[in-house]
């Protein structure tokens, strides 16, 4: 079935334009529209003069979709992407079994067929031990490898790299793929040692949690990092910058090496919360990496806005609620669900004038799809991509609390906080799959092989 929203404002990363949209009966695009004129087409959809962007896409969701299913599954976390204005997720592969070779890989897809309500591509885990795996695993169509240099917390040890000859090592292996990989750059042995000493002092607050991965732990991976980068001419995402002094390091490095092949991620709330928001959030704002002070939240901000940062990824990070409010945070899992608010929580930024929308578009679509080789489909407003769209009423107003959360655990680390610029209506290759935060239809999302 053909679809046409006309009398939008219509937003891509080059700017604004009043005018719509024409998307065919195979759920591609056809056509942009000028004005308010419509298109003839068998659903025709008067936008009001709202904004309409390419559907969303978040490249950093954890799904827990096969095995951790208590947390999420494809059913209630693409639930709560659809009614976010996330059209596209790329699921993180610390799942149970993790995803490190072929067979995992099928299983994690097979998990989500004929249950997402949007469509999905799945990244892989990089490890010492899985490096065999990485020629079969790119070939089959993943949108990345995904380490760390510390556990995270997680005690995937898949998802690990131990010492700098080990990220060279396998940095090399990607950079003759001509692969992409995502690596959190906490330094481990900092973190162990801080982590141990209050312990030993009896601390186990969230704010101790956050203090044993100080911005230096960061700063020190990025720097590292950035000089295997250089070294191995391997595609690099700096998952989740949020400390002043990484910005520092990877703006510095775009500009000495514009060739360099790294792009730069923050989460929203990096962007918009500090340390405090536990006050409201309480067990929910215990992240990996941690919120911060005010300081390193407005170089976050400032990054967003000077370019430095490629995209926003929501890391979105369900869990049980039993597994959140523990009595010490040194036993609670970290993360938060973030699917329902990202896009909002970007779009406030926009409302306020702190950005453009057309840095929206950008953060948000445009560039996670170019860097992560999904862009011939998704991420822009181009006749021939998928017709993914997303209308967006900049006049809304919402308070984050438990009924805005679809995610299973209810809960959310912007609880409390009130936000601008909500997605009303969510469109997947031509059909509405979601309205005013309700679900339209049947799971019809797809596994989405990187080009």
């Not at 976390?77 to 596209?88: E, K, L, Q, V």
């Not at 909002?344 to 080789?373: H, K, N, S, Y």
């Not at 017709?387 to 006049?395: A, T």
């Given at each position: 079935m053909s679809l046409c929203v006309h009398n939008a404002w219509v937003v891509t990363a080059a700017g604004e334009r009043r005018g719509g949209v024409l998307v065919g009966d195979d759920g591609r695009i056809v056509t942009l529209l000028d004005g308010a004129q419509a298109a003839s087409a068998d659903t025709v959809i008067d936008a009001r003069e709202r904004l309409l962007f390419?559907?969303?896409?978040?490249?950093?969701?954890?799904?827990?979709?096969?095995?951790?299913?208590?947390?999420?599954?494809?059913?209630?976390?693409?639930?709560?992407?659809?009614?976010?204005?996330?059209?596209?997720?790329?699921?993180?592969?610390?799942?149970?079994?993790?995803?490190?070779?072929?067979?995992?890989?099928?299983?994690?897809?097979?998990?989500?067929?004929?249950?997402?309500?949007?469509?999905?591509?799945?990244q892989a885990a990089l490890g010492s031990a899985n490096l065999a795996h990485l020629p079969a695993l790119w070939a089959a169509g993943i949108t990345s490898f995904e380490t760390s240099l510390s556990d995270g917390g997680e005690g995937v040890k898949v998802l690990r790299l131990d010492d700098a000859y080990q990220v060279f090592e396998a940095l090399s292996i990607i950079a003759d793929l001509g692969a992409v990989v995502g690596i959190y750059t906490g330094n481990q042995s900092i973190t162990s040692a801080l982590t141990a000493r209050f312990k030993a002092e009896g601390r186990q607050s969230i704010e101790d949690h956050a203090r044993a991965r100080p911005p230096l732990t960061e700063a020190v991976g990025i720097a590292t990092l950035i000089e295997l980068a250089r070294a191995t001419a391997a595609k690099v995402v700096f998952r989740q910058v949020c400390s002043q002094r990484g910005f520092d390091l990877v703006r510095h490095a775009k500009i000495d090496a514009p060739g360099l092949g790294i792009a730069v991620e923050v989460t929203p709330h990096n962007l918009r919360l500090t340390l405090d928001a536990i006050e409201q959030a309480g067990a929910f704002g215990q992240i990996i990496p941690p919120l911060r002070s005010e300081l390193d939240r407005a170089a976050a901000v400032d990054a967003l806005v000077d370019g430095t940062v490629d995209f926003v990824g929501s890391d979105h990070a369900p869990h049980?609620?039993?597994?959140?409010?523990?009595?010490?945070?040194?036993?609670?899992?970290?993360?938060?669900?973030?699917?329902?608010?990202?896009?909002?929580?970007?779009?406030?930024?926009?409302?306020?004038?702190?950005?453009?929308?057309?840095?929206?578009?950008?953060?948000?679509?445009?560039?996670?799809?170019?860097?992560?080789?999904?862009?011939?489909?998704?991420?822009?407003?181009?006749?021939?991509?998928?017709?993914?769209?997303?209308?967006?009423?900049?006049?809304?107003?919402?308070?984050?609390?438990?009924e805005l959360i679809r995610s299973k655990p209810g809960r959310s680390v912007f609880e409390g906080t009130t936000l601008q610029g909500w997605p009303i209506l969510t469109v997947l290759r031509g059909q509405v799959i979601a309205e005013d935060g309700e679900i339209v239809g049947q799971p019809r999302g797809r596994f989405l092989a990187r080009t």
């Open positions: 390419a559907g969303f896409v978040d490249a950093h969701v954890h799904m827990r979709d096969p095995g951790l299913t208590h947390k999420e599954d494809y059913q209630s976390g693409s639930r709560a992407a659809a009614c976010g204005g996330i059209t596209t997720v790329m699921c993180m592969p610390n799942t149970s079994p993790p995803i490190e070779d072929l067979a995992s890989f099928e299983g994690a897809r097979a998990a989500g067929e004929g249950h997402s309500h949007v469509d999905f591509s799945l049980a609620l039993a597994e959140k409010e523990r009595e010490s945070a040194w036993e609670a899992r970290n993360g938060s669900p973030g699917l329902d608010t990202v896009a909002a929580a970007v779009l406030d930024l926009a409302c306020r004038g702190t950005i453009p929308f057309a840095r929206v578009a950008q953060v948000l679509g445009e560039a996670p799809a170019r860097v992560f080789g999904i862009g011939d489909r998704k991420g822009s407003l181009t006749p021939g991509t998928d017709g993914d769209l997303v209308i967006v009423d900049p006049s809304v107003r919402r308070t984050v609390g438990p």
